[in-house]
């Protein structure tokens, strides 16, 4: 990886304080139960991204389908001070990988067009095909891009 030393750990509970606190700009603040509900049901697939004196360098939250099959991106956020330096593409690498161990087969997520370049680098492409028109229409309306990424391919790509 490019730029600083970067260690990716997983999210606990106590990590949810943090959650609550910190400047999510330019995201929008989440309620403070989504923050709880993905500390506390989906540290699995939630990481923390720290420098070497465990200051946080950025935060990825993401939560797995019911079945099993797939992975919703809720957040992906890199503190001003440490973009560009590869610490937003070594949290999602890991998450892909993190992914494929446990047998997800989709990463998926809604996002704008500013960050469609930064994902398609790290092997993502606009893609609702999954979701029922409707949903799909809505997505594009309301949410921006839908982006997803097909797990099983992640082996080649890597
Ligand atoms: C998007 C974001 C997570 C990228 O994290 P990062 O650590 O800065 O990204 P990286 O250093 O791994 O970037 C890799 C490459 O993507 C590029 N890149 C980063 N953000 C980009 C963007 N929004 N659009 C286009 N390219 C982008 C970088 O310039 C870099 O390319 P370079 O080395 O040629 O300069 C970070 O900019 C961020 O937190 N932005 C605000 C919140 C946000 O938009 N989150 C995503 C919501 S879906």
């Given at each position: 990886m490019k730029g600083a030393y970067v260690k990716i750990r997983n999210c606990t509970q106590k990590d949810f304080f943090k959650l609550q606190e910190m400047d999510w700009a330019p995201l929008p603040k989440e309620r403070d139960t989504i923050y709880l509900i993905l500390t506390i049901e989906h540290a699995a697939l939630s990481f923390v991204a720290e420098d070497r004196e465990g200051s946080w360098q950025g935060v990825l939250l993401a939560s797995r389908s019911t079945d099993g099959s797939s992975c919703f991106l809720n957040h992906l956020l890199v503190m001003s001070s440490s973009r560009s330096k590869g610490v937003g593409s070594a949290l999602v690498e890991h998450l892909k990988v993190r992914c494929a161990e446990i047998g997800i087969r989709r990463i998926w997520f809604f996002t704008n067009q500013n960050n469609r370049a930064f994902y398609q680098r790290l092997g993502f492409e606009e893609d609702?095909?999954?979701?029922d028109e409707p949903l799909a229409e809505y997505a594009r309306l309301h949410k921006g891009l839908v982006m997803a990424i097909h797990v099983q391919s992640i082996g080649t790509s890597r």
């Amino acid at each position: 990886m490019k730029g600083a030393y970067v260690k990716i750990r997983n999210c606990t509970q106590k990590d949810f304080f943090k959650l609550q606190e910190m400047d999510w700009a330019p995201l929008p603040k989440e309620r403070d139960t989504i923050y709880l509900i993905l500390t506390i049901e989906h540290a699995a697939l939630s990481f923390v991204a720290e420098d070497r004196e465990g200051s946080w360098q950025g935060v990825l939250l993401a939560s797995r389908s019911t079945d099993g099959s797939s992975c919703f991106l809720n957040h992906l956020l890199v503190m001003s001070s440490s973009r560009s330096k590869g610490v937003g593409s070594a949290l999602v690498e890991h998450l892909k990988v993190r992914c494929a161990e446990i047998g997800i087969r989709r990463i998926w997520f809604f996002t704008n067009q500013n960050n469609r370049a930064f994902y398609q680098r790290l092997g993502f492409e606009e893609d609702s095909s999954f979701l029922d028109e409707p949903l799909a229409e809505y997505a594009r309306l309301h949410k921006g891009l839908v982006m997803a990424i097909h797990v099983q391919s992640i082996g080649t790509s890597r």
